[in-house]
């Protein structure tokens, strides 16, 4: 089974709105990471945000929050007011505490219109 | 603070040479992973050592791959002979040590590598 789902191939989201990039996963760790990343057409990947399994509140990093909803395993990316800089590929990501492997999902491609 | 080094950052090779790929971790970080992204396979781990020695290699595809770590900031990712099935963009990423779930990977900007 695959530990990471990102069941959204592409995405598009007009400037200055929000968007929600999905993401669920799958362990029987208690304790797990999940990160998510962004790769612009330039290539390299960067870290966005982390959320830890035992986390009481939702991640936030400016206009990144990620909606936690740990009974459904998801693990959602939220952009508020989207920017053209937001197109990019986004990755999300599990490492689970008895191991040192991050599983990568295969990615949503964001466009955003102006 | 510099980040993870890579080079080169764009590689051009004929079917059957031998490419080396090149890759400098964070200065302190104990692990250090080898990734490969195509179109068609997405991210792949190929292998991640712990402290220069080689932890899991299951994803390394054939024996014509094999990675090294010589020392703490140093690491090699040979492919020999190369195919053009190889072409793919190959990044590597290094993590501190410690293991608090909290450590995110930081990623190299990527070998670009194209076997014709």
């Known amino acids: 089974a695959q530990k990471i789902t990102q069941t959204q191939p592409g995405m598009f989201v007009q400037e200055k709105e929000a968007v929600t990039l999905d993401c669920t996963y799958d362990?029987?760790?208690?304790?797990?990471?999940l990160f998510w990343y962004k790769q612009p057409s330039s290539g390299e990947m960067i870290f966005l945000i982390y959320?830890?399994?035992?986390?009481?509140q939702n991640a936030t990093e400016g206009r990144y929050s990620l909606n936690f909803q740990k009974a459904r395993k998801s693990a959602n990316l939220v952009i508020s007011a989207s920017q053209l800089g937001d197109s990019a590929m986004y990755f999300c990501?599990?490492?689970?505490?008895?191991?040192?492997?991050?599983?990568f999902g295969t990615g949503t491609s964001l466009t955003v219109i102006p | 603070d510099a980040g993870v080094i890579q080079s080169p950052r764009h590689e051009v090779t004929e079917m059957g040479q031998e490419v080396t790929l090149r890759c400098k971790p964070i200065?302190?970080?104990?692990?250090l992973f080898w990734y490969r992204q195509t179109m068609m396979r997405g991210l792949e781990l190929l292998i991640y050592?712990?402290?220069?020695?080689?932890?899991?290699d299951s994803g390394m595809p054939e024996d014509r791959f094999s990675a090294k770590m010589p020392n703490a900031s140093f690491s090699t990712l040979k492919i020999q002979p190369s195919e053009p099935r190889d072409s793919a963009v190959y990044f590597c990423?290094?993590?501190?040590?410690?293991?608090?779930?909290?450590?995110?990977?930081?990623f190299g900007p990527g070998t670009r590598l194209t076997v014709l």
């Open positions: 990423a290094s993590r501190p040590a410690g293991g608090l779930l909290t450590d995110t990977q930081y």
């Open positions: 362990t029987s760790d208690p304790s797990y990471g």
């Open positions: 959320q830890g399994s035992y986390d009481q």
């Open positions: 990501a599990m490492r689970e505490n008895t191991g040192n492997q991050f599983y």
């Open positions: 200065s302190g970080h104990d692990y």
């Open positions: 050592f712990n402290n220069n020695v080689p932890i899991d």
